[in-house]
């Protein structure tokens, strides 16, 4: 039994058929071809699926398809066209704060979410913030600095 | 031979060196942060279908009977395979190299036939039009099993009282002794002996993208494309083909972005094999994507070692001898086809490597368990024999009455002793281990962190500075696999092609898996021909476009490929240089290239774009003398074969505070020197360093296989099996000696797994530097807050 969800996936209103199990990742990348989040873990640890959906950062893999219904759904792409992470990704490129890439969309959205609600995080706030994503390649360091350089730049 | 040779262009002027030195941010990084990485699940081809499959609930079962009536009746479900269907279009293989010398193994197939090993190991396939689809026909496979008695302990197998594979007479996959002679007198002279048993966790690499692989057959060409996550395009596609009997020209691999590799996406995994053969049997293209809990059934694990170690010391703080036995489980098969004997066989070269003394002995047994199987894994072998040598150096220390950083200085090999040969018969072109430690104690004020140390001890504050000196294995020669008979190419490939606008192609076998190869090679690339870096394009990861080559394995995508890639770009230059020749009537000695323009070559003055260059070149040769044809696309190859492997070496710090009421223990901070040659790219060389040393902090602290006496993995999601996260992790101080190679032009050598090798070596010490007011220590990794407590009999 499908159901019919209509929501705005960055910025463009969308409607498809959805099965009820349908995990919000999986209906962003098989049905919409966004496939620039990712599915690491399929069980909400790592946070590669990390997604924006109503301003909150949310497991794209621990939602349903159907929960997203009439909800507005920022992915990396639309994050990247909008340029609102632009600053974080020179800080990131710069920094090499990202290897084989898998986690960095994820990351990315979770840095936004930190320099959104947070005034001036130290670095030990930015290191809490970014420990629901997992980064298996740079050991993080280099990308708490580039987040840190974004957030004092900024401000 | 050749010998190092940078500059690489005229002396003393800015192009000297060019790129090469310079933290130049990785240009495919772009593309990465955008969202726009191309990993194989990415990929969208018409008529694919999804692969999953059955696996053994069972550590060791007979397959009675397998029912597939109910689930071949789910709607979207295209085939459902045993593996008797699957070994008709692939053919088993078996996991042994003839130059380690005894090794067995027996045939694996690429789904189970008659028996399963280890929990999950595949034993039938179902192939749907989606993957939900092919996950609900899964759900009504019946299987009868007759369970089979486990051997699950590394003890019990070597004992061999239940032989797991009748057939090999006994559970030792390879055994291994290696001996100087005159040890037992030199522990019979000794005034200090200490003795130690270290245990090692068994734990996996944990790639954020799970192993991935879709394959596409061509029944009207009898091809095969196949989209991998791997590090080894080449060696897949000859395996690919020799199992499947497509001819290799006929088999193309490609790699697109891969999500982290670690050594993990190296090796023959059975579903894989399947997937490319289901892909042939079906005609259309197949996918497999594991997901997180079958990454931990089936994903190569590593370092489940238990070793005894013993060191033999004067007096006066001299290493007269090490004497190790080593034991390590390998699960049911040696894994095709690097073999799962090599861990061991690292060990036993590398143990005790950065010292003087001169007797040695060493002792492998290497065994069979019905666990997941073992392989190379980051570091291959290198953090236990790092962690063993400093932890009873350590230990030996702490008898004498000696500092740590004192009693390594007696005895590290001089830094003038080189060519040496250490007891285990490896070869050492050139170390420093000295100028390492001195830095290092600079670095991290080593005698103010002491004092310090000493006054928190006063308040009950248990913070330790642990040391490790290592040496690592890199550029390897083809003495590491191609003299076993693996056809594993040690040489690589590279192919410049100048563009008619004056920009370079470059096309390099060496694979890229986030650690920046694409952006070094673009450095040196540019560096060699005297291009500026924003003309340089770089291929990888394609069997039909590049040349052939190893890919990215032990640490030699620097070394090897980027040394292919220097060399090819001079080439490249001197053709270009005929061409200007030939264009401006002058000698080519007169002339060379700078800033994307042929100058001359003391004034610098320019004389001639490059894209007019390239115009001339490709669209007016007739404008050209008659006699002479422009050669503008240029190969070169490189193997190392001076020596065997070309070693580095390096030490780490680490400083810890370990919370004796928890158990807990805080990083407070890391430091890594390595020497590994000519750096390229500080900051991509820094970021190896940093991504391997928490790595290895992960081995120490927090990642373990954990598995029921039956054999049932039972922490193998990543809610339950810890990795290192954010928070807990310390900032990583870099600082680098360069001693360039000799044996090459570039000097480079390997630095992808130093920081993995040292780190739960330095993180031991320090613990037990902590523990040491309390007299006790810990030898099992990981070190969790329940081992801490133990050992201070707090529970």
């Keep these: 039994m499908e159901h019919s969800i209509t929501l705005v996936v960055n910025g463009t209103k969308v409607s498809r058929q959805v099965e009820p199990r349908e995990h919000l990742i999986d209906f962003l990348r098989e049905k919409i071809g966004l496939t620039g989040s990712h599915a690491g873990c399929e069980h909400g640890v790592c946070g590669a699926c990390t997604l924006r959906v109503d301003g909150q950062i949310v497991r794209g893999c621990l939602m349903l398809a159907v929960q997203a219904n009439g909800c507005r759904v920022d992915t990396v792409e639309g994050l990247s066209d909008s340029k609102e992470i632009a600053k974080l990704q020179k800080a990131f490129h710069e920094h090499n704060a990202l290897q084989c890439g898998f986690c960095t969309p994820g990351m990315l959205l979770a840095a936004q979410d930190l320099i959104l609600q947070s005034e001036k995080p130290t670095r030990e706030e930015i290191r809490n913030h970014i420990s629901g994503n997992y980064c298996r390649c740079t050991g993080y360091q280099a990308i708490v600095d580039a987040i840190e350089e974004v957030v004092n730049g900024s401000r | ?795």
Excluded at chain 2, 300 to 313: F, G, M, N, S
Excluded at chain 2, 646 to 662: P, R, W
């Design chain 2, 1 to 795: 031979m050749g010998r190092a040779e940078l500059p690489l262009h005229a002396p003393g002027t800015k192009l000297e060196r060019g790129y090469i030195g310079r933290s130049v941010p990785r240009p495919n990084a772009k593309r990465l942060l955008q969202g726009r990485g191309a990993y194989v699940d990415d990929l969208r081809l018409p008529r694919l279908a999804h692969v999953v499959f059955y696996r053994s609930p069972h550590a060791h079962a007979r397959i009675k009977k397998l029912q597939f009536e109910k689930s071949l009746k789910c709607e979207g479900v295209i085939g459902i395979f045993s593996g008797k269907d699957i070994s008709q279009y692939c053919t088993p293989w078996v996991g042994v190299l003839a130059h380690l010398k005894g090794i067995k193994s027996p045939p694996q197939h690429a789904v189970a036939i008659d028996r399963a090993c280890w929990q999950g190991e595949a034993v039938a396939a179902v192939v749907a039009e989606t993957r939900a689809q092919a996950e609900d026909a899964l759900g009504l496979i019946e299987v009868q099993w007759e369970e089979l008695p486990v051997v699950m302990d590394m003890e019990a197998s070597l004992s061999g009282k239940e032989v797991i594979h009748k057939e090999l007479g006994d559970n030792i996959c390879f055994a291994r002794a290696h001996d100087t002679g005159g040890v037992d007198e030199a522990f019979a002279r000794a005034d200090v002996v200490v003795e130690e048993t270290f245990e090692f966790g068994r734990h996996t690499g944990v790639c954020l993208e799970t192993r991935s692989i879709l394959a596409d057959y061509n029944a009207a060409e009898h091809s095969l494309t196949v989209y991998h996550s791997t590090q080894a395009p080449h060696m897949m596609q000859d395996i690919f083909s020799r199992h499947l009997d497509i001819p290799e020209a006929s088999v193309r691999v490609i790699a697109r972005d891969v999500g982290g590799s670690f050594g993990i996406k190296v090796h023959v995994y059975p579903d894989e094999m399947a997937t490319a053969a289901l892909s042939v049997m079906l005609r259309r293209p197949v996918k497999f994507v594991a997901d997180r809990l079958e990454s931990f059934a089936t994903d190569i694990h590593a370092r489940e070692h238990k070793v005894k170690i013993r060191l033999a010391a004067t007096r006066a703080g001299e290493i007269l001898a090490f004497d190790l036995d080593d034991l390590t489980a390998i699960g049911p098969y040696s894994v095709y086809p690097r073999t799962s004997g090599i861990e061991g066989n690292q060990v036993v070269n590398l143990t005790g490597g950065p010292y003087k003394h001169q007797k040695y002995r060493a002792k492998l047994n290497v065994v069979f368990t019905n666990k997941n199987v073992t392989c190379q894994y980051r570091a291959v072998g290198h953090p236990i024999a790092v962690a063993l040598t400093e932890g009873i150096v350590d230990k030996a220390a702490a008898k004498l009455g000696m500092d740590p950083a004192e009693f390594r200085r007696r005895n590290l090999i001089a830094d003038e002793a080189y060519p040496y040969t250490f007891p285990s018969g490896v070869k050492f072109e050139k170390l420093s281990h000295h100028k390492c430690l001195n830095l290092l104690l600079e670095k991290m004020h080593y005698q103010e962190l002491r004092q310090e140390q000493i006054q928190l001890r006063e308040k009950n504050i248990f913070r330790g500075i642990g040391l490790a000196a290592m040496i690592e294995v890199t550029n390897p020669s083809p003495a590491f696999y191609g003299v076993g008979g693996a056809r594993i190419s040690a040489q690589d490939g590279a192919t410049l092609r100048l563009e008619p606008t004056g920009m370079v192609t470059v096309m390099c076998s060496v694979t890229e898996q986030g650690q920046g190869t694409e952006g070094i090679f673009a450095q040196i690339a540019a560096s060699a021909v005297g291009v500026s870096l924003d003309k340089v394009r770089v291929i990888t990861g394609d069997t039909a476009t590049t040349p052939y080559g190893g890919g990215t394995w032990a640490s030699r995508g620097a070394g090897i490929g980027g040394e292919a890639v220097l060399q090819s770009g001079r080439a490249l230059r001197s053709n270009m240089l005929d061409i200007a020749a030939a264009i401006l009537q002058l000698d080519k000695n007169e002339l060379d290239i700078a800033d994307d323009s042929v100058v001359h070559r003391v004034t610098q003055e320019k004389k001639l774009p490059l894209e007019e260059l390239g115009r001339v070149a490709y669209f007016r040769p007739d404008t050209l003398p008659m006699d002479f044809q422009a050669e503008l696309t240029v190969t070169r190859h490189y193997t190392p074969r001076q020596y065997g492997f070309t070693f580095t070496n390096g030490i780490q710090a680490s400083l810890v505070e370990v919370d004796v009421d928890t158990g807990f223990v805080k990083l407070l901070k890391h430091w890594c020197v390595e020497d590994s040659g000519t750096v390229i790219n500080p900051m991509l060389v820094d970021e190896q360093l940093r991504g391997g040393v928490v790595q290895g902090i992960g081995a120490a602290l927090y990642e373990e296989c954990l598995y029921s006496p039956e054999g049932q993995l039972l922490n193998g999601n990543m809610a339950d099996y810890l990795v290192p996260m954010a928070a807990e992790m310390p900032d990583i101080v870099c600082a680098h000696v360069e001693t360039p190679t000799l044996q090459s032009q570039l000097g480079a050598k390997g630095v992808g797994e130093a920081g993995t090798a040292g780190a739960p070596g330095a993180v031991m010490n320090a613990i037990n530097d902590a523990l040491a007011p309390l007299n006790v220590r810990v030898t099992a990794m990981p070190f969790t807050p329940e081992r801490i407590l133990k050992a201070l009999a707090k529970v």
